[in-house]
């Protein structure tokens, strides 16, 4: 897996930390979104690059409620794709839920 990222190396962040909503009591943690060219089958659990119908998703998020796993850092995020059946040099977008704080991860 090849990872760039366009912060400096002392500045990078790979994993959600808890925070707290100013109008919020209770800390939080959201999870990293991973985006790509493909759509995600909710029913399969895999990405594919043809039109179909039925349950599908443009990008893995909040995975809670369709019965996946939620990732909650770039070594899960980095685990997660090795996994999935994508040719090699299918480029990956996984965001943090600060912006400007993302990652290109490139399956080889």
Request: hydrophobic share 30%; glycine share 6%; with cysteine.
């Amino acid at each position: 897996m090849k990872t760039t990222s366009e912060k400096p190396k002392g500045q990078r962040i790979f994993k959600t930390m808890k925070y707290s909503y100013p109008n919020f009591s209770k800390k939080t943690i959201r999870p990293l979104c991973i985006d790509g060219d493909w759509m995600f089958n909710l029913i399969t659990g895999e990405w594919t690059n043809e039109w179909f119908e039925g349950a599908k998703s443009s990008a893995y998020y909040s995975m809670r409620c369709h019965c996946f796993n939620d990732i909650y850092s770039l070594k899960a995020a980095k685990r997660k794709i090795k996994k999935w059946n994508v040719p090699k040099g299918t480029k990956f977008k996984v965001d943090l839920p600060w912006v400007g704080y993302s990652f290109i991860i490139t399956k080889n």
